[in-house]
Nanobody, 116 residues
Framework: QVQLVESGGGLVQPGGSLRLSCSAS????????MGWYRQAPGKPRELVAN????????TYSDSVKGRFILSRDNAKNTMNLQMNSLKPEDTAVYYC?????????WGQGTQVTVSS
């Protein structure tokens, strides 16, 4: 069973930065893809950023493009999300996701709050 553990959430002022990390229990190169999702209160979960397993190709939602950077450390089996120029509307629980051919696994989520 693949396990994902997120870390790095917290409270930050508007315009600030945070770095989220997702640590996997197995090699992340074995995944078809990994991604960061977020869910704000009363809203559906949305994809924030995604990276493919083989090529490492990244994509971002329009709402975070140019502000967030997704990266991975294959040796540490870790995926990171550098979040810059944070806005109050970025406030949400952020979830790490990993997908294989027939399965999908979620982390427990980490709260990000952007407020002055």
């Amino acid at each position: 069973q693949v396990q994902l553990v997120e870390s790095g959430g917290g409270l930050v002022q508007p315009g600030g930065s945070l770095r989220l990390s997702c640590s996997a229990s197995i090699s992340i190169l074995s995944f078809f893809a990994m991604g960061w999702y977020r869910q704000a209160p009363g809203k559906p979960r949305e994809l924030v950023a995604n990276i493919t397993g083989s090529s490492g190709y990244t994509t971002y939602s329009d709402s975070v493009k140019g502000r967030f950077i997704l990266s991975r450390d294959n040796a540490k089996n870790t995926m990171n999300l550098q979040m810059n120029s944070l806005k109050p509307e970025d406030t949400a629980v952020y979830y790490c996701n990993a997908r294989g051919r027939y399965w999908s696994v979620w982390g427990q989520g980490t709260q990000v709050t952007v407020s002055s």
